[in-house]
């Protein structure tokens, strides 16, 4: 790849900005949802009405790069869906939202899907202070919320409401499964940096939490907000008697983050060890030789290494290399914004086959069904089982270690879903 085209690549995936031959890449969705069910299929579908399925999603902005990613996945699930049938012989439409990587504008457009646009259900969200600042109004208008990205742990605790539901992990399970590795294998003493937002606050409790209880000891934190272009003036302060730095970022603050600390030596002198989002397979190009030997944790990996290698998980790679490829020459491999919006949408598919759910007004019904839902391994659900628990509507699936050697992702052990449960904290209204 020749500088200009890393240039251009990089600027893509972390510039934040959309054009319209960017967006018609990602399929018809973002110009108007009846393109996403082709003529002829939707002559198979005759009259079948709609599910229309609301997504949310930072198509510009700080958090642009995996939002783009996460429609991915979005539009993988539906259009398989829509060409195998639909559910229960209806075809899905959906209605695509720019929340533009901010709460305000990011609830205001969800309230036009609600109003407007009449959504049935709604998969999606990135930005953890954007699905915590959305999420009153799903209860407000009573309509399912499948959240796809957001790891802020106050959704399924403090925060839970009825109507949202996380099929994946959040941050109590991963540091649950993380944290003996942490302290038993690496080192006792550990300083955290982290996002100072929502999501980086409260994955930076649960793992203080678990370090100790794990038998280690935690030395210091630094906060640092989103979108710092320069965090020198916060990794220099970073110093001490400790075995390990433990880093929680994402995006293009992880490539910040990863790069900066190495340059001023921190990676060097302390293990370096952190969320698995600052090593997702659409950072690797731009953090390079930086990321080598970085110790993480992730619910997907692009690998196909003891467990991952089936067929289902083989069949979900290629299509979604194949639809990443087609906007970005590039050729991202990809990672879990990909794979976790894509089994949302597939969580929603099942609940509304189980409930027999028609519309807004079978909403109880699907809420009932997902409570307690139990996904299988297969072509819907290729990252494994997981079980999406009644009393918080919070999954709970197999965790991966990994480091990365020569710049590929290295599994190092695989933590069962059982071994990742912990006591609900969640008090519906």
């Known amino acids: 790849m020749t500088d200009k085209k890393h240039q251009d690549d990089q600027e893509f995936w972390y510039s934040g900005k959309v054009t319209r031959r960017r967006l018609i890449g990602y399929g018809g969705g973002v110009i108007g949802a009846a393109m996403l069910v082709p003529a002829p299929w939707r002559a198979a579908f005759g009259q079948a009405k709609p599910y229309k399925i609301g997504s949310s999603q930072p198509l510009s902005g700080g958090a642009a790069a995996g939002g783009k990613t996460a429609l991915v996945g979005v539009q993988m699930a539906v259009d398989r869906i829509n060409k195998s049938g639909g559910i229960s012989g209806r075809p899905i439409d959906l209605v695509i939202a720019d929340d533009e990587s901010k709460p305000d504008v990011g609830r205001r457009k969800v309230e036009k899907m609600l109003v407007e646009d009449k959504i049935d259900a709604h998969v999606g969200g990135f930005l953890s202070n954007i699905c915590v600042a959305c999420a009153p ?43 003996p590795y942490l302290v038993n294998k690496l080192g006792k003493r550990w300083h955290i940096a982290f996002l100072d937002y929502s999501w980086g606050q409260s994955t930076r409790d649960a793992y203080i939490d678990e370090i100790k209880k794990s038998g280690g000891a935690i030395a210091g934190t630094t906060g640092i907000p989103l979108n710092t272009a320069d965090m020198t003036p916060f990794l220099s302060k970073i110093q001490g008697d400790f075995d390990g730095l433990f880093g929680i970022f994402f995006g293009k603050d992880g490539v910040t983050f990863t790069n900066q600390a190495y340059d001023l030596g921190l990676t060097k002198k302390y293990k370096y060890a952190g969320d698995g989002a600052i ?59 990909v794979q976790s919006n ?14 027999g759910f028609r519309g807004r007004e079978d909403t109880e019904k699907l809420v009932g069904a997902l409570e307690g839902l139990e996904m299988k391994e297969g072509d819907d659900f290729p990252q494994g089982d997981k079980t999406l628990r009644k009393a918080d509507h919070q999954a709970f699936l197999r965790e991966l270690l990994f480091d990365v050697k020569d710049g590929k992702h290295r599994l190092l052990e695989i933590i069962s879903k059982e071994k990742t449960v912990v006591p609900p904290a969640c008090k519906f209204a």
Not at 302 to 324: S, W
Not at 342 to 355: D, P, T, V
Request: charge should be neutral; aromatic fraction near 12%; charged fraction near 25%.
């Open 137 to 179: 109004v799903w209860d407000e208008y009573r309509v399912v919320n499948m959240i796809s990205v957001c790891l802020d742990t106050t959704l399924t605790t403090s925060k839970c409401t009825r109507y949202s539901f996380r099929p994946f992990d959040y941050a109590p399970a991963q540091a649950v499964a993380f944290a």
């Open 279 to 337: 090593a997702e397979s659409t950072n690797m190009p731009a953090l390079g030789a930086k990321i080598e030997g970085f110790v993480g944790v992730n619910r997907y990996l692009p690998i196909f290494d003891g467990p991952l290698n089936t067929p289902a998980h083989k069949k979900f790679f290629d299509e979604a290399v194949k639809r990443l490829k087609a906007i970005d020459p590039s050729g991202p491999l990809p990672d879990r914004y």
């Open 342 to 355: 894509y089994e949302a949408i597939n969580a929603l598919k099942l609940g509304i086959e189980k409930s």
